[in-house]
């Protein structure tokens, strides 16, 4: 790890004494996160996040309030900025019991004078299942536990109001059902539109691609996209975000491997960040 960010921290060296004259385009997404996936936003130099994403059970009748009462799935964790250019951040999760360590590059930014008129960004997942034994079979070894997600994004603000993003990922598991691929690339797509003051409506789209045919043996796995659409109230110091999404996990890479829900059968969620300092 040590040695990817002193890689990172010489390459973004070079690029910011290149275009040290320029200045980057003024808050071009509320948060670093879109909802389901990453923006290119960092936290400031030595700034802390606390975050908590909350997922509702299925959609289903009034009975449950539509979700709302049945049984949710949460995350919570921080994200520190190592620099102003590098974040480092750590997460839990409760239904699948994963524990995961993050982080995110910001290889370049937009700049007022269009010398680069985008932003790119690479963010890596490291993620450890801590569920019981028994449930990676009779081969355990520890390595089985371990899934890996890794992202380039690319995004442009257009406008005063619009910010447009576009990325391609891969994940990876060391072990999985064998119904299932444990690897899949995908691309992701999705921007922000702000409505009025600090409410921005909020779109995203996720495409997974197995790379292998599943053993029609075990029966048909077909990935389908994440699609998810929403609102965003930002302050100085909090995000708030409220969507309809049919990614139920709280994992990138759990999200894109196991992506098999229909548009009609998502669920209710709500993301919160606080910028502790």
Not at 41 to 69: C, M, Q, S, V
Not at 72 to 100: V, W
Not at 160 to 169: D, P, Y
């Amino acid at each position: 790890m040590k040695k990817i960010v002193l890689i990172a921290s010489i390459v973004i060296a070079c690029i910011n004494f290149t275009f040290s004259q320029s200045e980057p385009v003024y808050e071009p997404w509320a948060s670093t996160m879109l909802a389901e996936g990453q923006t290119t936003l960092n936290p400031t130099a030595k700034g802390l996040e606390y975050y908590i994403y909350h997922r509702f059970a299925k959609i289903e009748n009034i009975k449950d309030l539509y979700g709302i009462y049945g049984p949710s799935n949460i995350r919570m964790g921080f994200n520190y900025g190592i620099t102003k250019k590098i974040s480092l951040g750590f997460g839990t999760e409760k239904n699948n019991k994963i524990q995961d360590l993050f982080w995110k590059i910001n290889i370049f930014e937009q700049t007022e004078d269009n010398k680069f008129p985008v932003a790119l960004a690479y963010y890596g997942d490291l993620g450890l299942d801590s569920r019981d034994e028994a449930v990676f079979g009779s081969n355990y070894t520890f390595t089985n536990r371990l899934t890996y997600y890794h992202e380039l994004i690319i995004s442009r603000k257009f406008t005063e109001k619009i910010s447009v993003l576009v990325a391609g990922n891969y994940s990876h598991f060391n072990a999985i059902d064998s119904m299932y691929q444990n690897k899949v690339v995908g691309v992701r797509a999705g921007g922000k539109m702000n409505l009025y003051n600090s409410m921005n409506l909020i779109v995203e789209y996720a495409q997974p691609f197995q790379l292998s045919s599943v053993n029609p043996n075990l029966g048909q796995f077909k990935l389908k996209p994440g699609i998810m659409a929403g609102l965003e109230i930002a302050t100085g110091t909090h995000a708030f975000q409220v969507f309809y999404t049919t990614f139920q996990n709280l994992n990138q890479q759990k999200n894109m491997v196991f992506s098999n829900t229909e548009l009609g059968d998502g669920v209710l969620g709500f993301n919160i960040t606080v910028r502790l300092r």
